[in-house]
């Protein structure tokens, strides 16, 4: 009876992943842009590669899970209020709710990432610590056309080094961005 039973919950558990497998997102490519404090701006493209068979339902809704990968720039000004950019390249974990049993177009994001600029940032009158730091973002976004392949999002984004090394004045942006299924 227990081997039976066993088969039984294996064949339940191989059928689930296999339809999970099957309704998993697809990788996307991006490109995000927006503003921050003391007139920063940020310019990045990247993509997004889902968790393949992981799911975690959640009210009424589905979370799932993707690795973002990302190079970008991001403008600021020194302390001498000169304009100047720098390179950010970065990973890391974001979590996905759809609601629907994950089936809306619509979602709400959480993650965060390690990254790394090639020189310091500055913040108004502040330089960042550290040329590694922690980029953390909320989001709400919406997939539309024939294959819900298009993806808008508005995301909210601090990066800081976490406290690791003083000054840390951190850096928030408002980022708005557009994502495509392939």
Do not use: C
């Not at 310019?43 to 973002?68: E, F, Y």
């Amino acid at each position: 009876m227990a081997y039976k039973s066993f088969m039984m919950a294996s064949a339940g558990l191989l059928w689930a992943a296999s339809a999970l497998a099957q309704t998993a997102p697809a990788p996307t490519m991006y490109l995000q842009a927006g503003a921050g404090d003391h007139n920063s701006a940020a310019l990045t493209v990247g993509a997004t590669l889902p968790w393949r068979n992981w799911s975690w339902s959640l009210g009424s809704g589905t979370v799932r899970g993707h690795w973002d990968a990302y190079v970008g720039g991001w403008s600021g000004k020194d302390l001498s209020d000169h304009r100047f950019t720098t390179a950010v390249i970065g990973i890391g974990p974001s979590l996905r709710w759809r609601g629907a049993q994950g089936t809306s177009p619509w979602f709400f994001e959480a993650g965060t990432s390690l990254m790394v600029s090639n020189k310091y940032f500055y913040n108004g009158d502040e330089r960042m610590g550290t040329r590694w730091n922690f980029a953390s973002h909320l989001g709400l976004g919406r997939n539309f056309g024939s294959a819900s392949q298009h993806e808008l999002s508005l995301r909210v984004q601090h990066a800081s080094n976490a406290g690791i090394k003083k000054p840390n004045p951190g850096i928030n942006f408002l980022q708005l961005r557009y994502a495509r299924a392939f």
